[in-house]
């Protein structure tokens, strides 16, 4: 048989399948020609395990399509080991997912009502290399990235479950705010979001998909220097240097004057805008004078900044501040033009909150 184009998909080995979900639309195409096979299969494969998320094989497809494909590409997906969920009222509630591979490695991940859809919040590695204080998951270091089919396959397993409750809303924003930083397994993450992109199959809008980093600007210039036309979301934290430093000890290495010079080259279409996270933690960053010197730092950006109340997880030394000083730190920010968010906190109770994501459930 002939081997695919290696930097492409990978080989093909009988013995060991190329996963389905690692494959692009424009990867499909080029492996079916390259087989002497109807390109138009891609079409017709897309539209059947991404739009209408059917298991087997379409029956509109030519035999010797069929045959190859069995022969050569798995259709497996992750498992939901186990959900649990957290009710807010009868028809919000935030679901989170331990989702296993088959080197039964386990990430989770989030499934977040809103406005009669779902918001999923992906993994991109298993563990964390950053160490970010603030968050369970940089508790754990890294074990290894995941690939490009195992995060599409979060998706595709978290929509077979929620088909198999009877549940028909759509998932329509992604956000990769799960375990990981996903700049730092660019390529893989780059990848699956061509997959959510293809207007073949999910066609998920680029302005609904949000990628997170912590900083990580090796992984911004590759994006920069890429065809990603994804939103950014940035953890800001703080804007004082040794507090930065403390919460995310990748600025030490990467200090977020780098970054934000880096940001001023950031294409950004109408309406299109980076947004800012920023975590509020008592006695740390909370001041109404943080809030000052935040909004002044982002004055000349195209931004939209999301504050985080701090979500507590076994063992961490911070804490949330009061309502009263979020309040007054929100009061603050609304003087000046760049518009500020309060993220509400869905799913604390079940630590499927911001930062607070684990392998070890
Ligand atoms: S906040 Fe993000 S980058 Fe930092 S340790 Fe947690 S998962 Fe990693």
Redesign the pocket.
Known sequence: MKLVRKHAIGHIDPMNKTSFYGLSYNDLELLLKEHQLNPYGARVLFNWVYKKRRAGLPPNLAQVTKKFLNENISFELPHVLKDQKVIQNHQNSTQKFLISFGDSRTVECVLIPFQGKYTLCLSS?VG?????S?????TQGLSRNLSSEEIVGQLLSTYHWLEDQGHNLRISNLVF?????PL?NFEAVQKACSIFLSQYGLSIGKEKISI???G?LPGLKKWLASSLDVNLAL?LHSTNRSIRDEL?P?NKAYPLEDILELLKKWPLGPKRFITFEYLLIKDLNDREEDAHLLAELLSNYSALINLIPFNPFPGSTYERPEEEKIESFQRVLSEYSTPAMLRKTKGEDILAAC?Q?SSLA
């Open positions: 590695q964390c290399a950053m160490k970010c603030f968050c369970y998951t940089g705010m799960g375990q990981g930083e730092h997170s980093t912590a990580y953890s995310i990748l930062g994501l």
